[in-house]
């Protein structure tokens, strides 16, 4: 079992930053992947971020150049640093991870883009 919170969201005006965290209930040593994804009303969840536990990253074509995922293994802490914010980033954020055969969810944090 993995819990997962997330913290750091709020509003921000366009061209602002805001960095996300993810506090994991478990080393993230032996999580296979964990990402960032993001829900705007009225569409459907999309991935923002991943990194994969050898290190590699991948981010969605909307947000590369202006989103960092990074990892802090001692403090079992995984962060979004978004710059540049746009008032199309507005969404609620959650934090996943995979453990073994399982997908974990976080409820998420929201993160409104003022223009």
């Known amino acids: 079992q993995v819990q997962l919170v997330e913290s750091g969201g709020g509003l921000v005006q366009a061209g602002g930053s805001l960095r996300l965290s993810c506090a994991v209930s478990?080393?993230?040593?032996?999580?296979?992947?964990m990402g960032w994804y993001r829900q705007a009303l009225g569409k459907q969840r999309e991935l923002v971020a991943l990194?994969?536990?050898?290190?590699?990253?991948n981010y969605a074509d909307s947000v590369k150049g202006r989103v960092t995922i990074s990892r802090d293994n001692a403090e079992n802490t995984v962060y979004l640093q978004m710059n540049n914010l746009k008032p199309e980033d507005t969404a609620v954020y959650y934090c996943?991870?995979?453990?073994?055969?399982?997908?974990?969810w976080g409820r998420g944090t929201q993160v409104t883009v003022s223009s």
């Open positions: 996943a991870a995979t453990y073994g055969a399982s997908l974990y």
């Open positions: 478990r080393s993230l040593f032996g999580l296979n992947t």
């Open positions: 990194i994969i536990s050898g290190g590699s990253t």
